[in-house]
């Protein structure tokens, strides 16, 4: 054995092995997106944010070993002919190169994607990632950066198989060691670590993440919508709704699971005798800036254009006119307004008169949130948000 020959120092394993894993999950999951119908539902969303969550680690991971190797030079290795070396040479580069296009271009699709969707790293609501501010482009940039990203990764996987077709030639062909260089076992003595590419290849991934998590929070902190005063309705009420005994929410079905949402700031008017269904009326306004749900994904668009569109349409109504009698409670009918648009809505419900003069009534009802184009542009087939969205309520209420 050729003793100038070494092995990698503990560093750059640790750094290579860890980088090639997590490339080989990208390419993994990124192959099958194109089959996402081989994934049960509850785990296809997660899968995409999966993706995006290790995409950003290889870039911060790449950036800490490209920091490395500049104070660790690769260690010698045994003798090759020219023209081999230089190919060797070429594909590391070319493979650096790609560690970091392939997750920038990502990062690009995503930033130029009309669905608006936020990256959370590991899914969790306080690593927050920013997108790259885009001008709009009616798509342009977004095509383009998937078709690169698409063909970067591609190019990756080839350059795979050329890296592994030359380790095993070298291992097997030439009788020169070549993965031991970079196994932690082995009788190859290993190259020396020079101290100071510790901290600078650390600082290079807090650098990185760490702005870029706390440009996340400011741009989510700056977009986020203050709920302003709702009036009551005009309407003449016959009865007084106790707001703290009584709650509005509402059910929707993402990625194969139900999620709730709450609706923070709301008034309504109530004038209803089970007696006199024929001059019953109730009208509930809704602040559309304090509706929000209990899923971070969902909820970050809620308020948006292709949500509720809660700065242009600050307000939704529900106008119950016509009421009857059903076996189980009552029915009231009438219309839903959301972003400007009213539709028909049947509500059934019970209603409960207590001798102290109180009254409870809980109901639900459900709607297509595409008959007001909520997620129109994010989700209009339904594919992980479903098109039913469930209105429950529960009032608690006073008689004047």
Known sequence: MDATVKGYNAGAMILHWTIALAILFQLA???????????????????????????????SLTLARIAWRMFN???AHGPMPRAEKALAGSVHVLFYALM???????????????????TLLFLSDILPWPNVPLPSTGGVVEARAEAAHVWLAYSVAGLLVLHVAGALKHSLVDNAPSFSRMLPIGQLPRQSISLVAI???????????????????VNGEATTAGAAVVAPPAASSGWTIDKAASRLSYTATFSGKTIGGSIDNWDAAVSFDPEALAVAKASIIVDSASVTIDDSFI?????????LDAVAQPQARMELTTFSKTPDGFLGAGTMTIKGTTAPIEVPFTFTENPDGTARVQGSATFDRMAYKLGAANDASG??????????????ATKR
């Open 383 to 396: 594919q992980w948000l479903a098109l039913p969205i469930g209105l429950n309520f529960e009032l608690q």
């Open 100 to 118: 970091l296009l392939v997750p920038l271009s990502g990062w690009l699709l995503v930033s130029a994607s009309p669905t608006g969707i936020p």
């Open 299 to 307: 909820r970050s668009t809620l308020a948006g254009a292709d949500g």
């Open 73 to 75: 030079p690769p260690p």
């Open 199 to 217: 901290p600078i290849a650390a600082a290079a991934v807090a650098v990185f993440l760490g702005g870029g998590l706390v440009m996340g929070r």
């Open 29 to 59: 999951i990124g192959f099958s997106m194109s089959r996402l119908d081989i994934f049960p539902d509850p785990l296809r969303f997660s899968l995409f944010q999966w993706h995006k969550t290790v995409g950003l680690l290889i870039l």
